[in-house]
């Protein structure tokens, strides 16, 4: 089955503490994964793809194809980084099939 | 462009009655997907149109939902008859499929609540 699960619905830290979000997919092929995040009354958009392997907002994410797994890691976390993210998998082969994790609620204390 | 744009933006309606979501994908782009976002479950795929042809409406709940993308522009969702748990955030998104790792654009979403 095509899956992407996300375990933890709220992840709960202090301002500079660091942060990893998980997310593990199911899936055969060559997976294109993706984490988008939803801050407060704004619309969902792209935080980073595995494909770029670059750090947004000081946001990285690792592809392990062996565990299947795409975390986001932060090392510093920040207020402004409380959000909604959610962990993504695109399937190219089936013209662009694109589910979404339950996704995981992250809030940042002072 | 503006983005998607969806339309209406909140809608509370009385059990039994049709609802009709409407969205309107980025100009040029040729996927286009509904998502239903819960709590419980997060965001659900419901169907999704690679130009204009509904590719997989696996997601859609039951037959009391169908949806229909008459041009490239312009796509709808509906509700008939709509039940209490029906009540989400139903978000639409388009991307410009064609290449890999290509980013969906989501709408602001339509918040709709049924009595």
């Known amino acids: 089955a095509q899956r992407v699960t996300q375990p933890e619905k709220l992840l709960s830290v202090f301002k500079g503490a660091p942060v990893e979000l998980k997310c593990n997919y199911s899936y055969s092929g060559s997976p294109e994964l993706f984490w988008y995040?939803?801050?407060?009354?704004?619309?969902?958009?792209?935080?980073l793809r595995h494909i770029s392997r670059e750090s947004i907002k000081g946001f990285?994410?690792?592809?392990?194809?062996?565990?299947t797994s795409f975390h986001l890691k932060?090392?510093?976390?920040?207020?402004?980084?409380?959000?909604?993210?959610?962990?993504?998998l695109r399937f190219y082969n089936q013209g662009g099939k694109l589910i979404f994790g339950q996704g995981t609620e992250l809030s940042v204390k002072p | 462009d503006a983005g998607v744009i969806q339309s209406p933006r909140h809608e509370v309606t009385e059990m039994g009655q049709?609802?009709?979501?409407?969205?309107?994908?980025i100009s040029g782009h040729n996927s286009l997907f509904w998502y239903r976002q819960t709590m419980m479950r997060g965001l659900e795929l419901l169907?999704?149109?690679?130009?204009?042809v509904p590719i997989?409406?696996?997601?859609?709940p039951e037959d009391r939902f169908s949806a229909k993308m008459p041009n490239a522009s312009?796509?709808?969702?509906?509700?008939?008859?709509?039940?209490p748990r029906d009540s989400a955030v139903y978000f639409c998104a388009s991307s410009l499929n064609g290449g890999m790792n290509t980013e969906a654009f989501f709408g602001q979403g339509t918040r709709l609540t049924v009595v």
Request: glycine share 4%; proline share 5%; net charge negative.
């Open chain 1, 37 to 47: 995040v939803q801050y407060s009354r704004q619309r969902l958009q792209l935080l």
């Open chain 1, 60 to 67: 990285t994410a690792d592809l392990n194809k062996g565990e």
């Open chain 1, 74 to 88: 932060k090392p510093f976390a920040q207020e402004e980084d409380s959000a909604m993210y959610y962990c993504a």
């Open chain 2, 18 to 25: 049709e609802v009709t979501l409407r969205c309107k994908p």
């Open chain 2, 47 to 52: 169907i999704y149109f690679n130009n204009n």
């Open chain 2, 56 to 60: 997989d409406d696996s997601g859609m």
């Open chain 2, 74 to 83: 312009f796509s709808t969702l509906k509700i008939q008859p709509s039940e």
